[in-house]
């Protein structure tokens, strides 16, 4: 993959690489947390209470960087991330706008370094990105794409715009209510039909994946190269669920599959990219998965 027209702008982005958990607490610390104390007493409030109050509104991303050696790690795989998650958001910008008479609402991309906090709990680089719907982030160690490499042996960048394009595909399924409905149905079914519903969300955002491959080579951002079809495929192959549990136990469980059969996942993602056309999408009423 090839870059076009690459945005490289830093809107909407927060960089907490070499910030520690980048925890609220961590946020006051030191001379801060003193000062606060002692206005706290002046007033005569409880200075506990004082200094937890200011936590709660310091978003976690202030906080110093604890390991500056890590602040600028992997400042290549940053670009390139950045890159396709401006992109990602341009194409759905439009695509929201002449399709959907929508407006699109940018989600933050969050780069940290081994783990930090999000409004949906605490997350370490080993649940790989994630996005979360309570504040509309998506999460990135950067280095799981070394791991994309060199365990899943995902080589090449169309793999690694993949992890970025289906992450951004979950925001798209939170604007359009999506996430949210499949959310009403959690604690009232079966965890078996849970898991199916999880697995369908799952393959769209896969399939939208793909609808933002077809357009950002139609709006002149990225051009592929030969090569890359497969290099994404073998990546959607090597986060398959089957893939995975076949790897840490040995054997597949379906009715545990939350994210969908490699088989699934490529089927979708080949789809999305060969239509772009967000009306093919449609895996919750797919016949094939229920
Ligand atoms: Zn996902």
Same mark, same amino acid.
């Given at each position: ?71 600028? +790690?992997?400042? +290549? ?37 081994? +783990?930090?906090?999000? +409004? ?47 992450e951004v595909g979950h925001h798209v ?27 369908k969300l799952e393959l769209q955002a ?73 009306g093919q999408g449609d895996t919750f ?6």
């Open positions: 993959m090839k870059w076009i027209n690459r945005n490289d702008s830093e809107a909407n982005f927060e960089d907490r690489r070499g910030r520690g958990r980048g925890r609220k607490n961590a946020a006051v610390g030191g001379a801060g947390a003193i000062i606060i104390v002692i206005i706290a007493l002046l007033l005569g409030q409880n200075p506990f209470q004082a200094v937890d109050m200011v936590n709660s509104v310091v978003p976690g991303q202030s906080a110093e960087v604890t390991d500056p050696s890590r602040a600028n +790690e992997n400042e +290549e795989l940053k670009v390139f991330t950045l890159g396709v998650f401006n992109s990602a958001n341009d194409v759905w910008s439009e695509i929201f706008r002449t399709q959907l008479q929508q407006s699109y609402v940018k989600p933050t991309l969050v780069t940290f370094t081994d +783990e930090t906090v999000s +409004e949906c709990g605490g997350a370490t680089a080993a649940v790989g990105p994630f996005y979360c719907p309570a504040d509309q982030k998506m999460y990135i160690d950067l280095n799981f794409f070394h791991q994309l490499k060199s365990e899943f042996g995902a080589k090449g960048d169309l793999a690694m715009a993949y992890v970025t394009a289906h399924q939170k604007l359009l209510g999506i996430i949210d409905q499949v959310n009403q149905y959690r604690g009232r079914i079966s965890e078996t039909e849970q898991n199916k519903l999880n697995v896969d399939f939208l994946a793909g609808v933002w491959v077809h357009h950002a080579q139609k709006m002149n951002m990225i051009l592929l190269e030969p090569g890359d079809l497969e290099s994404a495929i073998s990546a959607t192959t090597a986060v398959g669920d089957d893939t995975i549990q076949k790897r840490s136990m040995g054997y597949s469980v379906p009715d545990s599959f939350t994210h969908g059969t490699a088989a699934q996942r490529t089927y979708w993602f080949r789809k999305g990219m060969q239509t772009g056309d967000i009423n797919d016949p094939g998965l229920n």
